[in-house]
């Protein structure tokens, strides 16, 4: 694996361990997305890994496209300064 593949998983760990600490003190958030979903974290502060995780959510979609019994591809944008995540 490259430096910058490492990198970027490492800052997807720690974003997700930050939306996954939200959602134990917000478990309602959960409501909103379905069993079947894969779900993709954007970071609006972090604009290179926003960039890589919105390509990855393409590439995702694409590969889904052909399978209608595949889940949705639901992002969640993750605001500067603030702990609330916005589905979209």
Do not use: Y
């Amino acid at each position: 694996m490259t430096f910058a593949k490492e990198q970027m998983m490492e800052r997807n760990l720690d974003l997700a361990e930050e939306h996954l600490l939200h959602v134990l003190e917000h478990p309602e958030i959960l409501e909103q997305i379905s069993d079947d979903a894969h779900v993709i974290l954007l970071p609006v502060d972090d604009p290179e890994l926003f960039e890589a995780n919105l390509q990855m959510a393409n590439q995702l979609d694409r590969e889904m496209s052909h399978d209608a019994s595949e889940g949705p591809v639901i992002l969640v944008l993750l605001p500067v300064g603030s702990k609330e995540p916005v589905l979209a």
